[in-house]
Nanobody
Framework: QVHLVESGGGSVQAGGSLRLSCAASGRTLNAMGWFRQAPGKEREFVAAITRYGGGTYYADSVKGRFTISRDNAKNTAYLQMNSLKPEDTAVYYC??????????????????WGQGTQVTVSS
């Protein structure tokens, strides 16, 4: 099983930016994606990217502000988050879905989860 390790979380003011990274322990050509879970809420889909990076999917709440990318040579996915809002505050999790990015965005069947990284946005 591939292990995922997220990094890059932290605390920023509204309007700021953060870049999250997700390093996989081995080579993976599964779709990679990001989910988040705020206190008292269910985990929700944020973004997904196809195995070679040719396609991306976003939750409506982050479209135009977040960008997902991946570097298969480094077995790493990224989430660039701009124009952050207090409602983006959550623990962000990296995930793999062998069925593809589109299915991950609508009906995920996650093969591996990372441990999560906290993102806190203050107003």
């Amino acid at each position: 099983q591939v292990h995922l390790v997220e990094s890059g979380g932290g605390s920023v003011q509204a309007g700021g930016s953060l870049r999250l990274s997700c390093a996989a322990s081995g080579r993976t050509l599964n779709a990679m994606g990001w989910f988040r879970q705020a206190p008292g809420k269910e985990r929700e889909f944020v973004a997904a990217i196809t195995r070679y990076g040719g396609g991306t999917y976003y939750a409506d709440s982050v479209k135009g502000r977040f960008t997902i990318s991946r570097d298969n040579a480094k077995n790493t996915a990224y989430l660039q988050m701009n124009s952050l809002k207090p409602e983006d505050t959550a623990v962000y999790y990296c995930a793999l879905d062998p069925r593809g990015a589109q299915l991950m965005s609508v009906s995920p069947s996650i093969d591996s989860w990372g441990q999560g990284t906290q993102v806190t946005v203050s107003s």
